[in-house]
């Protein structure tokens, strides 16, 4: 298994108050994603990175952040959290040595719960 | 604009049974495909992949796909069901204009002893 980390892997939290998330890989791959799982959308892309201080946003990236520091992480805040933004949360890499950019590796996933 | 259909939200099947998952996209040139699969309270996990070639490919756990360029679909298959295949499985689309995977919804799959 690819070596993602996310953290915290459970929270839950209040309406309007910042929640940042973590996704560390020690893969030095080169993009990283973030992705929400909601039932019956599959998953939705909320920002992506494809190197150092670059990011873009996804299909739906209203009320996030991201920030991409180093290599090895990539943070998702989300601003004010909202109710709406209850959801599974994956981080995904790709873009190693031998595989090129086209194979994502999933994190286990963040459950936020948003009161 | 591009998308990926997975037309089954659920199918059951009784242990060892065949099993086809199907998965369609809409995109003029062919894309590169995937298949996950996520067990209930765990990540999503690679089954297998197709960017070119022979357009049948062998994934882990005993799944394969094929890829049908005339109707545009990457079913997925197995010939005999496990009780440890329920889970639900993702289709996923790379179109080459960006790097970002388009999902299916999702099928789940109940296994019936």
């Known amino acids: 298994d690819a070596g993602i980390t996310q953290s915290p892997r459970h929270k839950v939290t209040e309406t309007g108050t910042p929640v940042t998330l973590r996704c560390h890989q020690t893969e030095n791959h080169r993009y990283m994603y973030w992705y929400r799982q909601d039932p019956g959308h599959g998953l939705r892309l909320i920002h992506y990175?494809?190197?150092?201080?670059?990011?873009d946003k996804g299909e739906v990236s209203d009320g996030y952040s991201v920030s991409r520091s180093k290599t090895e992480d990539f943070l998702l805040t989300l601003e004010s959290a909202t109710s709406s933004q209850t959801s599974v949360y994956f981080c995904a890499i790709s873009g190693g040595l031998a595989g090129g950019t086209d194979t994502q590796y999933f994190g286990p996933g963040t459950r936020l719960t948003v009161l | 604009a591009q998308s990926v259909t997975q037309p089954d939200i659920h199918i059951t099947v009784s242990e060892g049974a065949s099993l086809e998952l199907r998965c369609n996209y809409s995109?003029?040139?062919?894309?590169?495909l995937f298949w996950y699969v996520q067990s209930p309270g765990q990540g999503l996990q690679l089954l297998l992949k197709y960017f070119s070639g022979d357009t049948l490919v062998q994934g882990i756990k005993g799944f394969e796909a094929e890829f049908k360029r005339s109707q545009s679909s990457f079913n997925l298959r197995k010939p005999s069901v496990h009780w440890s295949d329920a889970a639900e499985y993702f289709c996923?689309?790379?179109?080459?204009?960006?790097?970002?995977?388009?999902w299916g919804a999702g099928t789940k799959l109940i296994i019936k002893p």
């Open positions: 995109y003029g040139a062919t894309p590169y």
């Open positions: 990175s494809y190197g150092v201080k670059d990011t």
């Open positions: 996923a689309v790379l179109f080459d204009s960006n790097y970002q995977l388009i």
